[in-house]
């Protein structure tokens, strides 16, 4: 007897059949199904239904989970289908294909083809239509170079950062955070990097020298950190990144701001302005004594004769001789062609 618990024909059916018989790979979504040619009656497959959480512990097992029973693992909730090599590829890296990265991707592929039927769309139509507004979490770390475009450029694609921050947003910080993490191993004596993906923001973390990435700005040579780094602080995407040495580490933040809540929680030196702040006159920026750069959150629908307030706000921000980014969601277009024309300096974010 088998000591594996595997799937029932019937639970294959039921997982198969949840992801209309497509790839459930990121991205992948092909039909594993159709005619073979062998005879009018025959059927070519070539999908399989993998564990989620392994079907038997030991060598060559993956992601098998101890306390699980044997019904919790044999049902449809642990399968996830795949195309045939995409499942092999699955089975093959726990490290790379979590429980937790696997989980979010049946529940995406069960839902684009969800979509697929109701709105009788296509694979990448359903996939775009599919509201991807957080990133799968993860966790990886690495010890030296060699690998780190592919570890990085996977990591980034298994947590679904091309479908929710778009390909553009993608590429940009994949660039950025190779360059790095190459510039942390080659010139900052660094032994590791970190790289955590949470809900709604990417950070790198090294164990290397200081090394504040503005300063990759200042190199006058064309080199791939300079071209980066620049492309990021150029970047038309709503990306933002900051960075604090803690604990005798570089740590790097990056987030795509769409709303208010990701700048406040991608950094503390962040100000919401209301209107009754401005009207008290009582805002205190001392508070920001250790920020390199300063996030000011505009109120919502400031209008040509509320300028007066800005001017003030202006005048207090520039005491501060900080990067200075505002926030805002719906402000008359001429009055943000003001605000960029007084303050060219100033990063402007439409939220
Ligand atoms: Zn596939």
Redesign the pocket.
């Known amino acids: 007897m088998s000591e594996r618990d595997d799937f029932s024909e019937a639970t294959k059916k039921i997982i198969a059949s949840r992801a209309g018989y497509l ?1 459930s ?1 990121l991205g ?1 979504g ?1 039909l594993t199904l159709g005619p073979s040619n062998e005879s009018s009656t025959s059927i070519s497959k070539n999908g399989m239904a993998c564990h989620i959480s392994a079907a038997s512990p030991g060598r060559g097992s993956r992601r098998y989970n101890f306390e699980m029973s044997i019904e919790e693992r044999t049902h449809a909730n642990n399968g996830i289908w ?2 045939y ?2 499942g092999k590829l699955i089975d093959d890296d726990e490290s790379r294909f979590t429980t937790d990265i696997l989980l979010k991707w049946k529940e995406i592929a069960e839902q684009t083809a969800k979509i697929m039927q109701e709105r009788k769309c296509t694979y990448e139509d359903a996939i775009s239509i599919y509201n991807f507004s957080n990133l799968i979490t993860d966790k990886i770390s690495f010890n030296n170079l060699g690998h780190e475009t592919e570890i990085i450029g996977n990591t980034l694609k298994d947590c679904c950062t091309e479908i929710s921050w778009g390909k553009k947003s993608e590429n940009i910080t994949r660039d950025y955070l190779i360059e790095l993490a190459r510039n942390a191993f080659i010139h900052g004596s660094a032994t590791e990097i970190e790289l955590e993906i949470l809900e709604d923001k990417i950070i790198l973390i090294d164990n290397g020298n200081e090394f504040n990435p503005k300063k990759l700005l200042e190199s006058k040579k064309i080199r791939g950190g300079f071209i980066a780094a620049e492309t990021f602080q150029n970047n038309d995407c709503n990306l933002v990144a900051t960075y604090k040495r803690d604990y005798n580490k570089n740590i790097y933040s990056i987030s795509k701001i769409r709303k208010a809540e990701d700048v406040e929680s991608l950094t503390p030196c962040n100000l919401r302005i209301t209107y009754d702040d401005f009207r008290k006159g009582t805002l205190d920026f001392s508070i920001f004594e250790h920020c390199n750069e300063i996030f000011v959150i505009l109120p919502n629908f400031l209008t040509p004769s509320d300028i007066g307030l800005i001017i003030n706000l202006r005048d207090e921000l520039l005491k501060l001789e900080k990067q200075i980014n505002i926030v805002y969601y719906d402000i008359s277009e001429h009055l943000v062609k003001w605000i960029i024309d007084e303050n060219p300096y100033w990063r402007i974010i439409k939220i």
Do not use: E, L, P, T
Request: hydrophobic share 25%; net charge negative; proline share 0%.
């Open positions: 790839c790979f992948c092909q795949m195309c090599d995409h």
